[in-house]
Every structure is written in C-alpha cells, then in structure tokens.
C-alpha cells in the first residue's frame, strides 16, 4: 500500500527544538517531491515548501524560509521538518504530502500524510 | 506570489442540489511547459487529511466519483458537485501549483441545507 506516515503529536515549551518525520512505503521514495502544510486550529491550508528526496534540493515559502528546516534521510525513505526554537504561533497541524508526478516541482499533492499535532505551550 | 481567492465562504445546499465553488487566481496559471491550468481542488473531512479531487483544473484523480467537476481556465475556476451527497459534507480548497511558494484558497465549507 502507498503510504506516508508520520510522527505523533507533540507537545512542547515555547524554545524548545523539534524534528518531525514523514515515512513513506510502497513507492519508490526517492523519486518525488514531498511537501509540507501547516493548518492552524480553525483555520486554512498554508503551503511550507517542498524537498526533493532524490538529492534535498529544497524549496520554501518565503513565510517559512528560516524559521523551519526540511531535510530527508533517504536510506530509511523518511522526510523531516525541524524547528531550532519553537513558538506558541507554531501550534498546528502539519501535513506531510508527496507530489502527483514524481519529478515535477509544480505539482498537486495526490497523497497526504494523517498529520502530526505541534502544541507549542508554556 | 499568487493569491488565490474562493466565493463563497460557506454554502448549504439540499441533498441531490448542484453545489458551485470557484476560485480566482491574482494571476494565470495557465502553463506554457505543461500546456495545462496548474489548478487543483481538495476536498478536507474532518479530522481527516486533505484529499486531491481534481488536477490541471479539471482531470479527476482516481477513484473521485464523477459528480465532482472542476472548470475554467487562466484565472477562473470551478469545482462543481452536480448532485450533493451527504458524505460530501466538507471543506473545499483551491490550489495553484503554477509558481512557487504554491497557494490555496481560504477553503469553502459546504453543508446541507
């Protein structure tokens, strides 16, 4: 079954640091763009930035270039998303996703990942 | 980058009714290389994961029933449910993947009426 599976939810203080990963399965991994979306409480689908998991060339929406980093280990076909100091505004849902054509930079996500829950609370 | 807006925010339909969400792109997103709108709809359940419905504005993803349709081109854009389900219950997204950072729309909740 093609799948992506991620972390569970955490739950941290306010500068504390944070990794979550996104494992994909029965596909060929290292041959797509996987992406990251962030859904505040109540709110919308915002568009993080994308890693090729073939070679890490990465890309980021200039709302998130800096303040998270995305970073693949292809060997145990894993995706990450990291955080070096975490704020309250990060509590989310983050959705990992994989594009619809492998190769393709500019593509729709055709499979999601169920999410992780960040709370970030002192 | 581009900003994608939807109308309306919220609608109710009755069960079997025609359901129209469109979406407004501050630029075309019509590609040259690809020769197709880098449009795509989602549908989000929830507490579930968003899931694709349509990709280049109007091609159904697999396993997506043929009630759902997606239109337009260049900057307007619509999905349209012919005849609304009650699992059909949702929020529903636009996106464009046309440039980088890709976009979406605030998202249109659709309820019954």
């Known amino acids: 079954e093609v799948q992506l599976v991620q972390s569970g939810a955490e739950v941290k203080k306010p500068g504390e640091s944070l990794k979550i990963s996104c494992k994909g399965s029965?596909?060929?991994?290292?041959?797509?763009?996987i992406g990251w979306v962030r859904q505040m409480p109540g709110k919308g689908l915002e568009w993080m930035g994308i890693i090729y998991t073939g070679d890490s060339d990465a890309r980021y929406s200039p709302s998130f270039e800096g303040q998270v980093t995305m970073s693949v280990d292809r060997s145990i076909s894993t995706a990450y998303l990291q955080w070096s100091s975490l704020k309250a505004s990060d509590t989310a849902m983050y959705y990992c996703?994989?594009?619809?054509?492998?190769?393709?930079?500019?593509?729709?996500?055709?499979?999601w990942g169920q999410g992780t829950m960040v709370t970030v609370s002192s | 980058d581009i900003v994608m807006t939807q109308s309306p925010d919220s609608l109710a339909v009755s069960l079997g009714e025609r359901a129209s969400i469109n979406c407004k792109s501050s630029q075309s997103v019509f590609s040259s290389i690809h020769k197709n709108n880098c449009l795509a709809w989602y549908q989000q359940k929830p507490g579930q994961p968003p899931k694709l419905l349509i990709y280049?504005?109007?091609t159904r993803e697999s396993g997506v029933p043929d009630r759902f349709s997606g239109s337009g081109s260049g900057t307007d854009f619509t999905l349209t449910i012919s005849s609304l389900q009650a699992e059909d219950v949702a929020v529903y997204y636009c996106?464009?993947?046309?440039?980088?950072?890709?976009?979406f729309g605030q998202g249109t909740k659709v309820e019954i009426k």
């Open positions: 280049w504005a109007s």
């Open positions: 996106q464009q993947y046309y440039s980088i950072p890709a976009t």
């Open positions: 996703a994989r594009h619809l054509y492998g190769g393709n930079m500019e593509d729709a996500f055709d499979m």
């Open positions: 029965g596909y060929s991994f290292d041959s797509y763009w």
